[in-house]
């Protein structure tokens, strides 16, 4: 009955009362109900907010980034916007790629909420190149682009069966092994870096062997290397098939070399050679700090991780030794989808951020090591040392590696596999479970994963 | 006709159109305009009302109903992330083999036991909790506030606190075990003190705001109940056994049935509390829960049709629950 009273006293206050209130009414309906449609609405026509002219004729390029990829840092935006002063550059950085890459694939599945430019971690690129191709402007066409000024396997990742190159390669993560040159003078070990690398030179069984040595003469006190993980990402590395053969098929479970690099892990765990972490993770962060473990495979840009992880007395105990066979570990991609608003001016910015030249100054700023070889010698490159590593002459060591990197077969499911045998494998080995038993949970959990 | 409440609300004369002398021009055509004002104000009287509630169910049906039903239809298609509308027919395929699904399994069992290990010492210490607020005490309200602060933690904050606490090489909790000569657990290695550590964060979060839902039940119980109680000799606890807790169970069924719904959803915890294995739940799946294990083919596997099934599945799973609470609460209310 309550709800009788109110349209009687609604009524009293006035005659024209009720049309107003309902006009009101009306209108709060209609309103909510366009600013919902107005969101899923294609805003293509409109050119003002954020589009292809602001009010001073300046042309903005949007970039969709992830995590520190340095550009703006290393000052290369300033750069060419004072080259073409039409220009504006504005970048959006998500921080982990886990977060960045389904927004990504997402946005291209449905083909709006893309930047002019978007970023793609090469963990992603083939699963990109094979599914979303069509969604990208063909990069090989673009004015001053050539195939040769890259390295070709990292040409040949973001590149089509039928030739087209979705995106253009900004880094590549050339691998040396990383260690403590006071911890191994304790152990008895060789500390001098050429000497280092003849320890395991060619085969990491060697690797392992040292690891033996140095786990006899240190103890409990020190583990040789920092994880499992990072074990086997490092010789999975080196190899040329690992989860996916030349044809596309999935072999991981099959292919002799995944299963050796998987025994050789389990059985560095097994020995208590490497300390039971897994990388990037709060108690690995500590464990640095507190040097307790003697070798970490890395790339370049693990040499800025660890410094920004070490306690500052660390700096100059570190060096760098080849790696037993040359790897890479990580590079990203810039490509160009064709939804964009500044199709043609994203190409011009991406083809120049990707030139040697930029690459050499985001090296010198960033530790993103080039993957345009014309870079390898120049001085940024050649001349780069390491306050870390004792002023080692970086550049040179991994220009090095950089070369012997085989041209890897890589799978669109690459992160899931890998994944699984290390978080889902070799981790439970340092916890005590055979090796059998960890590869029968690694390819359940796996197989699982990749069944659609 | 009850429902048509609008006609016996039509206009008083002299009320909706005051000012008009009676048998002014024609009676007639005033008739008319009236006739029509009140037809306008029954139409309004009776679809404004659906205007005003309207907002909610069409943002229901956009964002609630429509993600369940095209949910549903994916469920019955080998759907992919990274192709969304090239759907493959499979009709029951992908609920057939959730039989089979031995992660699925596991994720539900540790929904369960997580689930178990959360609510029920949550509940207890909430109760207690609640019990000692409601005694007289010095500054009670900054109390009552201080219990619902975790609450307002959000949940990615507090687990990665509870993260480094729970850490094993370099953890506070596997120091302080340490020091009273406790070998040190691997709290994100282990099943049970995988999902013990979980719970603890479960618990943490959710004690104060039950604590504070009973307060307010224990402070509408009439006084004089605990005063005969008292005059019949019954001691603190005898009084908080006979009193306090029957005149409490309507309070305590709701919180039991909350927190159920609650404790089927568990995610973030879980997700955060293992951070690089994310979805995994850890090495051996020991904490996967079924919210989990649902995101992981969703979005890190990119199987969304899979993920669908899964979704159904959870909710069929949880209108059976909800059916047995029903159930018990129905049987409760009987015996009281």
């Known amino acids: 009955m309550r709800a009788r009273t109110l349209p009687l006293t609604r009524q009293r206050s006035g005659g024209g009362q009720p049309f107003a209130r309902k006009a009101l009414a009306v209108a709060a309906v209609v309103s909510l109900g366009t600013g919902l449609l107005a969101g899923c609405a294609d805003d293509g026509g409109d050119d003002s907010s954020g589009g292809s002219s602001s009010g001073e004729g300046k042309t903005t390029i949007t970039l969709g980034l992830f995590g520190t990829m340095g550009f703006k840092e290393a000052g290369l935006y300033a750069e060419y916007e004072k080259l073409n002063p039409d220009i504006k550059i504005q970048e959006n950085v998500v921080e982990r790629n886990e977060n960045y890459y389904p927004a990504l694939v997402n946005h291209l599945t449905t083909n709006s909420g893309l930047m002019d430019v978007q970023a793609i971690e090469v963990a992603n690129i083939a699963e990109v190149v094979n599914t979303q191709a069509d969604k990208f402007t063909d990069m090989s066409k673009v004015e001053g682009v050539k195939k040769d000024g890259w390295l070709p396997w990292k040409w040949e990742q973001a590149t089509t069966k039928d030739g087209q190159t979705i995106g253009l390669g900004t880094d590549v993560g050339p691998m040396a092994i990383c260690y403590r040159k006071d911890l191994f003078e304790k152990a008895g070990l060789p500390s001098e870096r050429e000497e280092v690398g003849k320890l395991w030179a060619g085969d990491w069984n060697k690797f392992i062997a040292t690891g033996e040595k140095y786990k006899e003469a240190a103890g409990k006190d020190s583990f040789f290397m920092d994880s499992p993980g990072g074990l086997l990402n490092a010789v999975l590395s080196s190899e040329k098939e690992k989860f996916y053969d030349a044809s596309g098929e999935v072999v991981y479970k099959t292919n002799p070399a995944v299963r050796a690099a998987f025994d050789l892990t389990a059985e560095a765990a097994e020995k208590g050679l490497v300390q039971s972490q897994t990388q990037f993770q709060p108690a690995w962060d500590t464990t640095i700090a507190n040097s307790k473990f003697a070798t970490v495979a890395c790339p370049p840009w693990m040499l800025g991780y660890i410094k920004g992880k070490s306690k500052p007395e660390a700096a100059g105990k570190w060096d760098v030794a080849v790696a037993p066979k040359s790897g890479n570990w990580g590079g990203s991609f810039l490509g160009v989808p064709k939804s964009g608003k500044n199709v043609e001016e994203a190409q011009k910015l991406v083809a120049w951020l990707t030139a040697p030249e930029q690459q050499a100054k985001l090296f010198k700023v960033q530790g993103s090591f080039p993957s345009a070889p014309a870079a390898y010698t120049s001085p940024e490159v050649t001349g780069a040392t390491n306050e870390m590593t004792g002023d080692a002459p970086i550049g040179q060591i991994f220009s090095e590696a950089a070369k012997q990197i085989p041209v890897q077969v890589i799978g669109p499911k690459d992160q899931i596999i890998q994944q699984g045998l290390t978080d889902n494998g070799v981790i439970l080995v340092t916890k005590g479970k055979s090796a059998e038993e960890a590869w029968e949970t690694a390819t359940k959990t796996i197989d699982n994963n990749l069944d659609k | ?336």
């Open chain 2, 1 to 336: 006709m009850a429902t048509r409440s609008d006609i016996a609300a039509s206009p008083v004369k002299g009320g909706a159109a005051p000012g008009r002398a009676p048998g002014s021009r024609s009676a007639d055509k005033d008739d008319k305009r009236r006739a029509k004002l009140s037809r306008r104000w029954q139409r309004d009287a009776r679809w404004s009302p659906y205007a005003f509630v309207s907002p909610f169910f069409l943002l229901f049906a956009a964002f609630g109903l429509f993600p369940l039903i095209y949910t549903g239809w994916a469920s019955l298609h080998q759907v992919e992330l990274t192709a969304p509308t090239d759907m493959n027919w499979v009709g029951l395929k992908n609920y057939t083999r959730i039989f089979d699904d031995d992660f699925f399994w596991n994720a539900a069992q540790n929904t369960l036991t997580i689930g178990i290990i959360s609510t029920v010492p949550q509940l207890m210490i909430a109760m207690g909790i609640a019990h000692i607020l409601n005694y007289k005490l010095r500054a009670s309200t900054f109390w009552r506030v201080a219990m619902l602060a975790p609450y307002a933690t959000s949940i990615a904050a507090a687990t990665l606190v509870f993260v480094l606490l729970f850490g094993r090489d370099y953890g506070m909790i596997n120091w302080a075990l340490g020091a009273v000569g406790i070998d040190p657990i691997g709290w994100q290695d282990d099943k049970w003190p995988g999902q013990i550590a979980v719970s603890t964060i479960i618990i943490w979060r959710w004690t104060g705001y039950n604590a504070l839902i009973y307060l307010a039940a224990m402070q509408a119980i009439p006084q004089d109940l605990y005063e005969s109680a008292a005059l019949d000799g019954a001691s603190r606890w005898r009084q908080f056994l006979h009193v306090t807790l029957p005149s409490l169970r309507p309070t305590i069924l709701f919180t039991v049935v909350v927190s159920t719904i609650g404790a089927s959803q568990v995610f973030g915890e879980p997700l955060l509390f293992d951070p690089n294995k994310g979805a995994s739940g850890g090495a051996e799946h020991q904490f996967q829960t079924l919210g989990l294990y649902l995101y992981e083919q969703g979005w890190v596997n990119q199987h969304l049709g899979r993920a669908s099934a899964i979704a159904w599945t959870m909710f069929a799973i949880l209108i059976v629950i909800g059916l047995i609470n029903q159930l018990i609460s129905r049987r409760l209310r009987a015996s009281s």
